[in-house]
């Protein structure tokens, strides 16, 4: 059944919002298995549902004559159930979240650290693709001494903890930091200041677009470079000519990730530059001075916005082919 990760995965959701919704998902996925393998045994998941009246989690017993009955192999039945868990352990949050407080009444200021922070991780990503593809190209095309050392060195915003990114790049360009205080002193402001959001946005988000430009370059055959070389092409032009569009979706996938990484950034960010507020600082700020149920409404909106974006994007791209394909 190909369905079977998605009525796992909604009945799992349904559970934890109590007996009615349980039962209802139950019912409504007993139905829907039903239409798809017109078994007449499926329908006996409708009565299991109830289970979910004397205990809540009794009520994924529904699922039982689907996965009985569906034409999958027994290890692919395990490994859906397993993979359901797992969507369903990152979906309820969400799902919950929206339940609890709906993305509106919200405060005014949401929007604008939502502006300020759409604006500095697009910069951040910009700039990170006008450092990645040439870092990206001579790893992927160059042997050198240290060029392994050089890939771990691209992994270190990854592996250390964000807070102490922002205290290092706070080191380096505060308003006392050894390339912040020159830069001060002609009027380019790092601490507290947009360009401080953009720096921790770009320290830590660059290592995605980095090894997704290499990986797609290590996958497009070197000879199609040589050819238009051959045929009298600088390398520089078949680098844009050929290579270039070979790997257009790597560096798309790569600038929304990283986009993404900016987005949610708030260690690094906080550290450096707690005003102007971008809208991960702002919901902190809220948290902290107001509590839990006032974070909720920003919270959900910010939610529901970044995930709106970001499905946009990959609809919008996944119609492109990665590099190799």
């Known amino acids: 059944m190909k369905f079977l990760?998605?009525?796992?995965?909604?009945?799992?959701?349904?559970?934890?919002?109590?007996?009615?919704?349980?039962i209802l998902a139950g019912v409504l996925v007993s139905i829907f298995a039903y239409c798809e393998t017109k078994n007449l045994l499926m329908l006996a998941s409708i009565a299991l549902s109830f289970f979910g009246v004397i205990y809540l989690p009794l009520a994924a017993l529904s699922l039982i004559p689907i996965y009985t009955y569906s034409e999958?192999?027994?290890?692919?039945?395990?490994?859906?159930?397993?993979?359901?868990?797992?969507?369903?352990?990152?979906?309820?949050?969400?799902?919950?979240?929206?339940?609890?407080?709906?993305p509106?009444?919200?405060?005014?200021?949401?929007?604008?650290?939502?502006?300020?922070?759409?604006?500095?991780?697009?910069?951040?990503?910009?700039?990170?693709?006008?450092?990645?593809?040439?870092?990206?190209?001579?790893?992927?095309?160059?042997?050198?001494?240290?060029?392994?050392?050089m890939s771990g060195i691209i992994d270190i915003p990854i592996v250390i903890p964000h807070t102490v990114a922002g205290i290092v790049l706070l080191l380096v360009f505060g308003t006392s930091g050894i390339i912040g205080a020159p830069l001060d002193s002609i009027g380019l402001r790092f601490y507290y200041a947009m360009p401080g959001i953009i720096i921790a946005m770009l320290f830590v988000s660059i290592p995605f677009l980095i090894n997704q430009i290499r990986e797609g370059i290590e996958k497009v055959d070197e000879r199609y470079e040589l050819v238009a070389m051959n045929l009298g092409a600088s390398r520089a032009r078949a680098f844009f000519t050929v290579l270039l569009p070979l790997i257009k979706r790597n560096v798309l996938s790569g600038s929304i990730n990283a986009w993404a990484r900016a987005m949610s950034e708030f260690g690094a960010v906080i550290m450096i530059a707690f005003y102007p507020m971008i809208a991960p600082t702002y919901i902190y700020f809220l948290f902290t001075n107001y509590g839990l149920n006032a974070t909720l409404p920003a919270t959900s909106f910010l939610l529901m916005v970044t995930l709106l974006i970001f499905v946009i994007l990959r609809s919008v791209f996944g119609r492109v082919k990665y590099a190799g394909d």
């Open 5 to 22: 990760l998605a009525y796992t995965v909604t009945v799992l959701v349904a559970i934890p919002f109590g007996a009615i919704p349980a």
């Open 72 to 102: 999958d192999e027994k290890f692919v039945q395990f490994t859906t159930l397993i993979s359901a868990i797992a969507v369903s352990f990152i979906l309820f949050p969400v799902i919950y979240l929206f339940i609890r407080a709906p």
């Open 104 to 149: 509106w009444g919200f405060p005014e200021e949401m929007i604008t650290t939502l502006f300020t922070s759409i604006i500095a991780a697009t910069a951040a990503t910009l700039i990170g693709l006008f450092l990645a593809i040439p870092l990206g190209y001579l790893l992927a095309r160059k042997d050198f001494p240290g060029k392994e050392a």
